[in-house]
């Protein structure tokens, strides 16, 4: 049997289809490339905006041609379209055989006649997905408690639910057995991780328990929330070397008022501080945000604060959207969508304009430095070696280096986007 997973969305979708990806192939499945040739395809899909839905629409457009050729042909909806109630989706969608919500995996495979309890329960914490290279992904806390008023997340995912430590350390060991040398812990709010465990392990306490796992390099973490990211885990991730200096720290708005209507819980001034605290314990961290334009009600003037904000704070990278109304959200509820589209355009070209500026001047003040690279592997087009330095720039070089290794680049060109560079001191070759 053949399976195929589409996947849309964040990194956790992607943890996700990975998950369910080895948990098949347990089961004997097979992964192939083409859907077309495929017993079971699914669909991983993500709604935090208008747009994502669109292409996942697009896709079962596709996959109904391909049900009518082949009726045997299993189609499976996963992921943040799917909520509790499924009667829209499955009017909308009759084609589709199985709806199942985020992480439901075992709605899968029950509609495929397997048995979920062969593959260990909720978490399948003895199922570890197969790494496709040096890097991967890991959940360490489900769901969201936060409810931000724009925010489909909860709704989708559930309430916050942190995996047990020795589970984690458990998984990590097993990736970097099969080759894994970087982790990304994994959590809409990855510094809430611990608060519903025995003992309130925090984020810093659980890094410091993967730490010490030999091969392992590198370790990673995000989506970072302002609130929950305190001191003590600051302190901590300083003094562990292997956790990258790198941070995903969504702002979302520069305007208080704004932020309030967010229900983000937090200040501009609160924010500020907590960039301060990043910097004055890692002068050298990578930090990038999320901006959200023609939220409600912005005005021309809370635009401007945000965009002076971004102006002030000089983040390395930011993901910039038009907010886009979620049926079933708060303000899908009681707020007018009320910023024109033309309007909200105008906002997100400003924000990408302003960065593009931003990170190219940061990227320049790299030009003829020397900086340790984790090699991920050649670009298939240019054939040059790549990977990231610690605060998370991609990095394209020449010279010789093994996947997985963590080499130094010299930096001989930068742009707003990337940087490259060549082997400072060559590697052996392998
Ligand atoms: N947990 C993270 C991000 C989750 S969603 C956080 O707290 O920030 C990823 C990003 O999508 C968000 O940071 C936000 O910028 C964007 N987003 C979420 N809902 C949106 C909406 N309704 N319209 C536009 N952008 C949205
Ligand atoms: Fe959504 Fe807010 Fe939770 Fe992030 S913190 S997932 S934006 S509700
Ligand atoms: Fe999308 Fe769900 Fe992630 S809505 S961004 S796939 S948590």
């Known amino acids: 049997m053949k399976y195929h997973i589409w996947t849309v969305g964040c990194q956790m979708n992607v943890a996700d289809s990975a998950k369910l990806g080895a948990g098949l192939e347990r089961l004997g499945f097979e992964a192939v490339a083409d859907a077309g040739s495929a017993d079971v395809v699914v669909l991983n899909t993500c709604a935090v905006r208008q747009g994502a839905e669109d292409r996942a629409v697009s896709k079962l457009g596709r996959l109904k041609k ?13 992921g943040c379209m799917v909520g509790q109630r499924t009667a829209d989706l499955q009017k909308r969608f009759p084609y589709v055989d199985v709806f199942a919500r985020p992480q439901h995996f075992d709605d899968i ?11 260990g329960g909720e978490f399948w914490p003895e199922t570890v997905s197969e790494p496709q290279g040096q890097l991967a992904y890991v959940p360490v806390i489900e769901g969201c408690d936060k409810f931000c008023t724009y925010c ?31 982790v990304t812990l994994l959590g809409q709010t990855v510094e ?34 302002p609130p929950d990211m305190t001191d003590r885990i600051l302190e901590g991730i300083a003094q562990l070397d292997k956790v990258c200096e790198w941070f995903s720290l969504p702002v979302q708005s520069g305007d208080d008022a704004v ?18 605290k990043v910097r004055s314990l890692m002068p050298q961290a990578g930090i990038t945000t999320d901006i959200i334009v023609g939220f409600p009600g912005e005005t021309d003037a809370q635009f401007a604060s945000t965009y002076r904000l971004l102006e002030e704070l000089r983040f390395d990278k930011v993901h910039v959207a038009m907010y886009s109304p979620r049926p079933g959200t708060f303000a899908w509820r009681k707020l007018e969508d009320a910023v024109p589209e ?5 906002r997100l070209r ?19 430095t020397t900086q340790p690279v984790l090699v991920e592997g050649r670009g298939e087009r240019d054939g040059r070696l790549f990977g990231r330095t610690r605060s998370g720039k991609l990095v394209h070089f020449e010279g010789t280096a093994a996947a997985g290794a963590v080499i130094e680049v010299r930096i001989s060109h930068t742009s707003p986007w990337s940087l490259s560079g060549e082997v400072a001191v060559p590697a052996p070759a392998t």
């Open 192 to 225: 809430a991780y611990g608060h519903d465990l025995d003992g309130r392990p925090d984020l810093s306490d659980l890094m410091g328990a993967i730490h010490s796992l030999p091969g392992l390099e590198r370790i990673r973490f995000l989506t970072s929330y």
């Open 350 to 368: 400003a924000v990408e304009h302003l960065q593009e500026r931003i990170a190219g001047e940061i990227n320049r003040g790299l030009f003829g």
């Open 66 to 78: 391909l049900k009518a050729r082949r009726p045997e042909m299993t189609v499976a909806l996963m």
């Open 109 to 119: 495979l029950l509609a495929l006649g397997s048995d979920p309890a062969q593959l």
């Open 259 to 276: 932020l309030s209507a967010m229900r983000r819980g937090y200040t501009v001034a609160q924010f500020r501080d907590r960039i301060a």
């Open 342 to 346: 033309d309007v909200k355009k105008e």
């Open 152 to 182: 489909i997340v909860p709704l989708r995912r559930g309430r916050e639910r942190s995996r047990p430590r020795d589970e984690v350390v458990h998984e990590v060991a097993a990736l970097v057995r099969r080759g894994v040398r970087e």
